[in-house]
């Protein structure tokens, strides 16, 4: 490919970004839920609408991969580069529950441009991945002809359900699926208008507990005192899960944390960090004080966390002056490299029992652990994605690290020997994924589709 080809693929694309726009709009009409309870017609007229998108963008070979059971996942290619590397892109089409409806200032299925900004459930996470990559692609083939490299695009239905089916799908059609590198984009960058690129995924380790010293309730007045309280009991078996500032003290957690190398720390050590703006993404109140906010990226990113997503032994509704039977929690570990997520799990299942006061009853069920992902930030790939975010947007990317987990990134790289994954997205702090007022800034989601296509450019170049 020669150097103008890429450019004259963006200038199609800003020419027609309004279409392109529309095709975005067209998909986050589509309530594509793909939970359980919700109707799942909506889901398949979306497999659908994505198939038909990626076939007029000029990808072959389109199938619908159906599942054993669940939601089917899109497949198209186009591989008529030769001997050029095969680029792998991964998005999805099913979103979230909308919440709360009310808190909405535009419904979440009626896609509304505001400031700048396209609102929707999906326009982030990831209609906006899914019409990013057909946008690049038809960008390319209308401008050119042809594409700089062989490209094969999945378009997954069940990633907001845990990707169920990736794995089996993946191992019935290896051939399929394989490829040499894997551009994922279900990530979010670092601030609008600041092009990231994310290098790593921490896993997590879920737990439920419950603990019991009832078969029944009691009334706290008549038997308060000889009786063990649960929901007391269950309280300091948590509150020891971390010490006064936040920092896990779980034992033998830390052990097997990786250290930063010192270029990670150097490039860590460049994002700029101002506490009003952390404090007002984060929607903290004013009398919160963080915890070990001098390193809240490293926090966040490259150390482990623990978390009490959810906290039970009665409700509001039912307060009563009892003594509650039982009282239940789930709670959640972050891992990072190199934890391994069995061991962790070992080791929070045999502290809560150790840490269980007064005799009561304790049962631990664990959830199946998702593990972390890392990408080596000095890999000339590496590079050439950081290259192409820079020509997309105009301005050097920043290396970021993402503090939740994507199950489906270990899955797709493990299931491809390994294969290579360069993880950017088409959000941003503001872009409240899978809360009320989803968006994205059109702006960033037009240099995203720019930089997809310098990224394609690029791989064509790179050698070996």
């Not at 190398?261 to 150097?266: A, C, G, L, V």
Request: a negative charge; glycine letters at 8%; charged letters at 20%.
């Amino acid at each position: 490919m020669t150097d103008n080809f890429p450019a004259r693929a963006c200038t199609y694309l800003d020419n027609h970004l309004s279409h392109y726009v529309e095709n975005l709009k067209n998909l986050i009409r589509i309530p594509s839920i793909s939970f359980p309870g919700f109707d799942s017609e909506p889901v398949k007229k979306c497999a659908e609408a994505v198939m038909n998108l990626l076939k007029k963008s000029g990808l072959q070979d389109m199938q619908l991969l159906e599942a054993e059971s669940g939601y089917p996942t899109v497949f198209g290619q186009w591989m008529n580069a030769g001997n050029k590397p095969t680029i792998l892109l991964y998005a999805h089409y099913d979103v979230q529950p909308p919440g709360k409806e009310a808190s909405w200032k535009s419904p979440p299925f009626e896609p509304e441009e505001r400031n700048g900004r396209l609102y929707g459930r999906g326009s982030a996470d990831d209609k906006g991945g899914v019409v990013m990559h057909a946008a690049a692609v038809r960008s390319f083939l209308e401008s050119v002809g042809t594409l700089p490299v062989n490209v094969k695009v999945v378009i997954e239905g069940e990633e907001e359900i845990g990707s169920r089916n990736l794995d089996s799908l993946l191992k019935r059609n290896p051939d399929l699926f394989q490829a040499d590198v894997i551009c994922i984009a279900d990530s979010e960058n670092f601030d609008s208008t600041v092009p990231s690129l994310t290098a790593s995924l921490r896993g997590i380790v879920t737990v439920t507990v419950e603990v019991r010293s009832l078969r029944s309730s009691l009334h706290s007045g008549t038997w308060g005192g000889p009786i063990p309280d649960p929901a007391l009991a269950l309280a300091k078996m948590i509150a020891g899960l971390v010490d006064a500032d936040g920092k896990p003290a779980l034992p033998g957690m830390m052990n097997r944390v990786r250290p930063l190398s010192s270029y990670e720390r150097e490039e860590l050590e460049k994002l700029p960090f101002e506490e009003s703006v952390f404090r007002k993404q984060a929607g903290l109140v004013e009398s919160a004080r963080m915890t070990r906010k001098k390193t809240a990226y490293e926090n966040m990113w490259h150390l482990p966390s623990i978390a009490i997503n959810a906290l039970e032994a009665s409700s509001r509704k039912q307060a009563a002056n009892i003594i509650n039977d039982a009282a239940w929690a789930r709670i959640g570990i972050r891992i990072v490299p190199d934890m391994d997520p069995e061991e962790t799990l070992q080791q929070l299942k045999q502290y809560l029992v150790n840490q269980a006061p007064w005799g009561v009853q304790v049962t631990i069920e664990p959830e199946t652990p998702a593990g972390w992902w890392k990408m080596n930030i000095e890999d000339p790939l590496f590079q050439v994605g950081l290259n192409a975010l820079e020509q997309g947007y105009g301005r050097k990317p920043v290396i970021i690290g993402a503090g939740g987990s994507i199950p489906f990134v270990k899955t797709i790289t493990t299931a491809l020997g390994n294969a290579p994954a360069l993880l950017f997205g088409v959000g941003d702090p503001y872009s409240a994924q899978h809360s009320e007022n989803e968006s994205i800034l059109i702006s960033d989601w037009q240099k995203g589709c720019r930089s997809l296509m310098y990224l394609l450019d690029g791989l064509s170049r790179l050698d070996g």
